[in-house]
């Protein structure tokens, strides 16, 4: 049984399809084979983590987002700053701003939910501790 959607989550699923296509064209640019295999499996996470949050909106989908998310925010970042090994930094690059762009939406719709499903707050019941 699944959790309601609010309207961040809806954002958070949205946001989480371009944040896969990416992650494709990471995997599909790059000149390393550890980086073209770990971005393939990070797509193949990613669609996964989508098809339950659109199905089901568990707890555990939007947890393993979230760290997807942050994950490419540290590729995007390090590689806007320093570069990835053996590259120089990419600082105007339109797939790293995307990146970093895509996955800072999903953490903060991601953080939004979570702050609008909190109990106790105003004009909401909290729900029954004890068994009716």
């Not at 979230?66 to 390090?78: E, H, I, T």
């Not at 939004?112 to 068994?131: F, I, N, V």
Request: with cysteine; aromatic share 4%.
């Amino acid at each position: 049984m699944g959790t309601p959607h609010s309207w961040a989550s809806q954002l958070a699923t949205l946001a989480a399809a371009p944040l896969a296509v990416l992650e494709l064209h990471w995997a599909t640019q790059s000149s390393h084979v550890a980086l073209a295999a770990t971005g393939c499996v990070l797509v193949v996470i990613t669609v996964a983590c989508l098809g339950r949050l659109l199905k089901d909106n568990q707890f555990e989908a939007r947890l393993a987002l979230a760290v997807l998310s942050l994950l490419q925010l540290g590729l995007g970042l390090l590689t806007a700053t320093i570069g990835l090994p053996g590259q120089a930094a990419q600082r105007g690059d339109a797939a790293v701003t995307s990146t970093i762009a895509v996955a800072t939406v999903v953490l903060v719709a991601l953080a939004l939910d979570g702050w609008l499903r909190q109990p106790g707050r105003p004009g909401e019941h909290p729900p029954a501790t004890y068994a009716r």
